[in-house]
């Protein structure tokens, strides 16, 4: 890279910090705000997720998707993304939105338009930026495998179990189309039912993954309790 410049959450930050007061409180009334996180272990791309802050508590779950969802994925799962993950540009900006006009789950943009990172900067080193866009809202209805969908979420009862897991649920559904939008940004010529096919086998053996940890902690924590009843 040029300059020798690191990636960082700390340099990203420092810059965002460092523009003018004027930008940065115009910005702030708007209320826009920035938080950044890793694809696990990773050092790039480093996602700047840009949202309202309305949404401050879904961005955290979409940073939790990125940051730890990511690690605890079965390891075929993160091998089918890291040829793509390794081609994304250093840094990735995410608009969080809660739905897009054309009723899409998200898209690549062939342009960064986000206002801190569309022209470049010295900051950045001469790092790549690219930029996708996710509707979170559409996402929380979106039934990406929906026999597997129902039929999971039905082994649990109402309360805390089942908010876990469509919770859980989410960031991974997000987490498939983060990975998805990514596929289109680094290969825009590679066939959409290809694209497609890999982000849903990621989220179907994601979820399933998920599952099978979970009821058998499920199952030991029911062992458990009769055992104590004896």
């Known amino acids: 890279m040029e300059g020798g410049v690191t990636i960082s959450a700390a340099l990203i930050e420092n810059?965002?910090?460092?523009?003018?007061?004027?930008?940065?409180?115009?910005?702030?009334?708007?209320?826009?705000r920035y938080r950044l996180a890793h694809f696990g272990g990773r050092?790039?791309?480093?996602?700047?997720?840009?949202?309202s802050f309305r949404d401050s508590s879904t961005s955290r779950q979409v940073a939790l998707a990125a940051e730890q969802d990511w690690s605890g994925v079965p390891n075929r799962c993160r091998e089918a993304y890291d040829e793509i993950l390794f081609s994304a540009p250093e840094i990735l900006v995410l608009q969080l939105r809660r739905k897009n006009l054309c009723g899409c789950l998200g898209h690549r943009h062939p342009v960064v338009g986000e206002g801190p990172f569309a022209e470049p900067h010295e900051a950045f080193g001469g790092a790549g930026i690219g930029e996708i866009d996710i509707a979170w809202r559409r996402v929380e209805t979106w039934q990406a495998?929906?026999?597997?969908?129902?039929?999971?979420d039905a082994q649990f009862l109402d309360g805390t179990r089942r908010e876990e897991f469509r919770a859980h649920q989410f960031r991974l559904k997000t987490l498939s189309i983060m990975l998805h939008e990514i596929n289109h940004l680094v290969a825009p010529q590679e066939p959409e039912n290809a694209v497609l096919e890999r982000s849903l086998s990621f989220y179907r053996d994601t979820l399933a993954g998920y599952m099978e940890e979970t009821m058998a902690s499920l199952s030991l924590t029911i062992d458990r309790s009769f055992s104590r009843l004896e």
């Open 43 to 51: 050092r790039t791309p480093l996602v700047v997720i840009a949202h």
């Open 15 to 32: 810059y965002l910090h460092s523009r003018p007061r004027l930008v940065r409180w115009i910005e702030w009334l708007a209320g826009r």
């Open 145 to 152: 495998l929906p026999l597997t969908d129902i039929a999971f």
